[in-house]
């Protein structure tokens, strides 16, 4: 278990890898976002993104998915009070073989409760090419060590 005293600026953290499917793209964007270029492979292909992609909060959910696998869950972590920045600079295409990091930007001491810490970081999702598909700084809490 890593705790709040465990983490540093400027450490980087390996998320994992993870893929998306034709299907899976289909699936999200007809229950969540279903617009022509998310659910119609001939629309898609019609429109600027030349094929089908992913909708961007299927994007954040395969990242979000990264993110409790490769850190929350091993992280005493208590929450988050929100997102800052949120951007899908290129889209995710069906087939894509994804990349999640994490960087931590800040880390400080909660002034109002000692039992944690606050911490910012810069999260990046990048296809197999190296390009980002997203990229987001966010805000989580992160519980300090229980003394003995």
């Known amino acids: 278990m890593r705790y709040f005293d465990d983490l540093s600026v ?9 893929s998306v499917s034709e ?37 954040c959910g395969l990242y979000m ?25 290129r889209p995710v295409r069906p087939g894509d073989e994804l990349t999640g990091r994490l960087e931590i930007l800040e880390v400080r001491a909660s002034a109002s409760r000692p039992d944690r810490g606050i911490v910012k970081s810069r999260g990046v999702m990048t296809n197999a090419a190296g390009d980002e ?8 809490f992160v519980g300090r060590e229980p003394e003995a």
């Open 133 to 140: 598909v997203l990229t987001c700084v966010a805000t989580n």
């Open 10 to 18: 400027g450490e980087t953290i390996a998320l994992g890898r993870t």
């Open 65 to 89: 998915r990264l993110l409790a696998t490769g850190f929350l869950n091993d992280t005493a972590s208590l929450g988050s009070p929100g997102i800052d920045e949120l951007r899908w600079p």
């Open 23 to 59: 299907d899976e793209i289909l699936a999200f964007a007809r229950d969540f976002d279903p617009q022509p270029f998310h659910i119609d492979p001939e629309a898609a292909a019609a429109s600027i993104y030349g094929g089908l992609i992913a909708s961007g909060w299927h994007t």
